[in-house]
């Protein structure tokens, strides 16, 4: 194969790969970022305090649902995108909209269970 059929190649196997890890990408920062919606809906709504332990036990959760794809200083970017989404949310419609008991439920569903014990 010619030199410039090798780059071609490899140039084609690159655009394919990259859209789908940009993707991927896009697709854990929209899961990570609902969970901590849901947390930070909790915390606000039901005036509840989470402990070291309940912290812990709710990030390896979320950390499982991403597969560990999302860097420290992206979480924080992304907690704190959370805290205000939700301020501002609540703010707007209260903490009966729709939005919020959305939230409430993800919560509920999925990591309520992970404090009980």
Same mark, same amino acid.
């Given at each position: 194969?010619?030199?410039? @059929?090798?780059? =071609?190649? /490899?140039?084609?196997?690159? *655009?394919?790969?990259?859209?789908? /890890?940009? /993707?991927?990408?896009?697709?854990?920062?929209?899961?990570?970022?609902?969970?901590?919606?849901?947390?930070?809906?909790?915390?606000?709504?039901?005036?509840?305090?989470?402990?070291? /332990?309940?912290? *812990?036990?709710?990030? *390896?959760?979320?950390?499982?649902?991403?597969?560990?794809? =999302?860097?420290? !200083?992206?979480?924080?970017?992304?907690?704190? $995108?959370?805290?205000?989404?939700?301020? $501002?949310? &609540?703010?707007?419609?209260?903490? !009966?909209?729709? @939005? =919020?008991? !959305?939230?409430?439920? &993800?919560?509920?569903?999925?990591? @309520?269970?992970?404090?009980?014990?």
């Amino acid at each position: 194969m010619s030199r410039r @059929a090798v780059l =071609i190649l /490899s140039a084609l196997a690159v *655009s394919c790969v990259l859209p789908r /890890s940009a /993707s991927a990408d896009d697709a854990n920062d929209a899961t990570y970022l609902r969970y901590h919606r849901a947390i930070n809906a909790e915390a606000t709504c039901k005036h509840r305090d989470f402990g070291p /332990s309940d912290d *812990s036990r709710m990030a *390896s959760y979320i950390e499982g649902k991403v597969h560990h794809r =999302i860097g420290p !200083d992206r979480r924080v970017t992304l907690i704190e $995108q959370a805290r205000l989404e939700v301020d $501002q949310l &609540v703010e707007q419609r209260g903490c !009966d909209s729709a @939005a =919020i008991k !959305d939230l409430l439920a &993800v919560f509920d569903a999925e990591l @309520a269970p992970l404090l009980a014990e």
